[in-house]
């Protein structure tokens, strides 16, 4: 109970003003399309080189949860996900929005996003040791595994042709070999300059789900709507609240599903959502109300992309291996006091540890109520007439794709995809499996190639991919995931025909 | 209010007047370097330990005094152009970089040069010009805690025994860690598997797992996780400050040497003038409190340069 004794030193003034100031910031960032979480905590990183070990680290943690649950904003309003976190949230966020239930989904999210953080945190603060050897457990074969898992969600997922959403993924992943395999050490299907360093995810996921958007308010634009799009009305937070609580089945699928993922090393947040919409869509009594406007959709989402972030931080600190892109990038944050992650971490420098952890759950709280305050207001972008909303996403988005890594070929990867999936989107095909397709692929690959290169080298290849514990469960459940499509699909049928 | 419009004649005067007041202002901009913020492209993403180091080493630049900036006579600000294993930036860098030393960029020696060698680059060894080196960290053969291996020796005896059977992790290909594998093979006379990992924390989180035998890795990382790994042995020249105990190859008789040691610092590009590159030289890297700062987060300094 250590962690208790230390929230003095979160609550004196100039701490409390850098987590709000901290996640006031991370909330509007992580609401512009391409400021994902990692980019907003490495920018801020430099900033805190100067400051006191445990100022610097509670501002670096408000901003990286505070940005987790700012992409839900624009992937709720403008149906633009601000990170790829954020896919899931789309799904169901935007299509509420559209009803004119906006704020109730901004509720839903910034609820969700706080008993997923808190469980994170606690997660964090009392299971460490045994979930950091947990960590290490997960090699080549069981990311592999993973992987694979996650690639049963796509058929499912945000489209509803299965076949569709296949295809999309298909496309996903065959994209996702374009430039360099870090493992072979060779080049694939770069025939131009601007293909050399692939297609990056958040250029992918700014062009497939921002330009299409886009170019469906021209459209708007030229049936002659200048008004406001869609119905709005204000729900109460306190109606929110009640009802979000009692979806306990989301909340702790979600709250689950994102603290496991968060904590294995190398799957990142990125997938934390998805899986968890996926599984609350398969085990829910109404699967066929996803994607209409589901608020069970978001609450899985956002209750598990905030859920990965306390446990990410478990082979953090006792390991110095992140368990995300942005918790690769607090590691900096960590080195520069001379805070070296690794057992003595939490024994030499117990007292800025503890403090950083307990100012994480204080971000929480500042997060809700922040974000509950902007939801109020979430009503002025809702207005916004059509054309002004085009030109002004153009903006963030060809802004937002260059500033991921100063790259002018990302901006045309970024238009070239998105143009093609205003096309695809008339043909019925979804933007979500496509972004799965890019985060799945170089995992899965990068991972099978290490692990066969490993297995030759003991037993065999297949020796080792179907040996071990989590191996079995992994391939068990995607097996699972696959049978129970199917039987939900036969179902399915027979009521139609019923 | 009318708009005045200006007649052809005076525009041309115009035109010709700030010709001249531009012209005179960059002759006075050579005379005076640096007038303005100089950026440092790292072609890594932000947070990675080449993005890290270079803005600790560039920190010093931002500190004022009476008005000025003390060290570089402007602050020095980083931009990160990632992609293709540092290609993308560094192509970038020797094709569009102006030489007139308000844009430089990071390296990382040897990966920088191995990639060079093995892609067809728009940089090389010839159109570029080294500032100096922030710092230099060795490559080390590391083991998991609990592995059988307590010496390079052993490691060696037992691959000899079993070749192709020892799994050894590191950065990536054609970087420090793959050169240093190739010489250690080489220079022992043994076959081993090497297996690269993502980046140098990837090819660590292998060792430590026990998903692999063996690894090479940064001094650096290894001597901060020296409770969860054994270090086996040094290629480099000397033994390091920051593992004394830890022998180099060559005192185990095993004729590895330094060409592995990934030495981090800045350059220009070709044709940048000689006395804007000995004013960098002078002022940006080598100042005590960016020394203090390194050593601080463990960032081995490099010993070869005054």
Known sequence: MDFINYFGNVFTPYHLMLLLGGTTAGLMLGALPGLSPTMAVALIIPFTFHMQPDSGLILLGAMYTATVAGGAISAILVNVPGAPANIATALDGHEMARQGRAS????????????????????????????????????PTELFWIAILGITVIGTIGSKSVLKGLMAGLFG?????????????????????HLESGIHIVAALIGLFALPQILTLLEECRKGNRGSMYALSQSRWYQSMNYNLRRAKALTIGSFVGAIVGVIPGAGGQIAGLVAYDQVKKTSDNPLNFGQGEPDGIIAAESAN????????????TLSIPGSPTAAVLLGGLLIHGLFPGPDLFTM???????????????QVFMLVIGLFLS??????MKVPPNYMAASILVLAVFGTYSIQSSYSD??????????????SKLGFSPAPVVLGIILGPIAEDNFLQGKLIGEAGDGMFNYFFSGTINLVLILATVGSIAYSVYAGHKMKKRATA | MKPTKLKPSSAILLAMLSGAVLLGLSTVTRAEYPDRPI???????????????????????????DGGFVSVGQPIYVINKPGAGGRKGWNWFADKAAKDGY?????????????????????????????????????????????QFNSATELVDYAKSNPGKVTVSGAGKFVGHHIAHLQFEKAAGIKLKYVPGKGGVGAMKLVKGGQVKAGFNNLSDAARAATDIKILAVADLERHDFLPDVPTFKELGISVDNSSVNFRGLMVPKGTPQAVIDHLAKSVLFRTENIGKMKQTNSPRSHHVS
């Open chain 1, 376 to 381: 109020r207001h979430s009503g002025w972008i």
């Open chain 1, 104 to 139: 109730e989904a901004l509720h839903f999210c910034f609820f969700s996003s706080f008993v997923g953080g808190i469980f994170g945190i606690l997660i964090l603060i009392f299971f460490t040791p045994p979930l950091a050897e947990l960590a290490l457990k997960f090699g």
């Open chain 2, 103 to 147: 844009m430089l960029a990071a390296y990382n020696v040897p990966h920088f040069i191995a990639q060079s060698i093995v892609f067809d680059t728009k940089y090389n060894v010839d159109n570029l010009e080294p500032v100096g080196n922030w710092g230099a960290d060795p490559a080390v053969l590391i083991v998991g805690k609990d592995s």
């Open chain 2, 39 to 65: 950026g440092v492209m790292v072609a890594y993403n932000p947070g990675g330990a080449t993005d890290f180091q270079a803005r600790i080493a560039t920190l010093a630049s931002a500190k004022e005094k």
């Open chain 1, 173 to 193: 992943l065959a994209i996702s070999t374009i430039g360099d395999n870090p493992m072979l050490g060779e080049q694939r299907f770069v025939y131009s300059d």
């Open chain 1, 411 to 424: 901006v045309l990867i970024m238009m070239v995809l998105g143009v093609i999936m205003y096309f695809a």
């Open chain 1, 306 to 317: 905030n859920a990965m972030v306390g446990p990410s931080l478990v082979p953090l600190l």
């Open chain 1, 349 to 363: 420098h117990g007292e800025v540890i503890w403090t950083f952890i307990d100012s994480l759950i204080v971000a």
